[in-house]
């Protein structure tokens, strides 16, 4: 059964900006952090960004900082990330997770994936 559904991915140029949605149940909105991780072609999956459940904060990798925006929405039990000034490098397959750690930034910290949503970013 999947829990995690994500949307929004696709093939854009550098510089342009995408939107990532990430929709699951109520059960785990609720009580997880909710975050992104991407897998570049040929390299490990690495933390993107994550928002926490009990007071909405986010925290970034470095990589990303300034030009990603992570947000929730508690109605529609989704979060969403918007990719701005996107560049090639940010070509990847962008997984939503879900966890209780309030710092998840590990595979290990995660309890939940989604199946992945591919981002190609062409020069």
């Known amino acids: 059964q999947v829990q995690l559904v994500e949307s929004g991915g696709g093939l854009v140029q550098a510089g342009d900006s995408l939107r990532l949605s990430c929709a699951t149940s109520?059960?785990?909105?609720?009580?997880?952090?909710m975050g992104w991780f991407r897998q570049a072609p040929g390299k490990e999956r690495e933390f993107v960004v994550a928002?926490?459940?009990?007071?909405?904060?986010?925290y970034y990798a470095d990589s990303v900082k300034g030009r990603f925006t992570i947000s929730r929405d508690n109605v529609k039990n989704t979060v969403y990330l918007q990719m701005n000034s996107l560049k090639p490098e940010d070509t990847a397959v962008y997984y939503c997770?879900?966890?209780?750690?309030?710092?998840?930034?590990?595979?290990?910290?995660?309890?939940?994936w989604g199946k992945g949503t591919l981002v190609t970013v062409s020069s």
């Open positions: 997770a879900a966890g209780r750690i309030p710092t998840m930034t590990r595979e290990d910290d995660v309890h939940y």
């Open positions: 109520r059960r785990i909105f609720s009580n997880s952090v």
């Open positions: 928002i926490r459940w009990t007071d909405g904060s986010p």
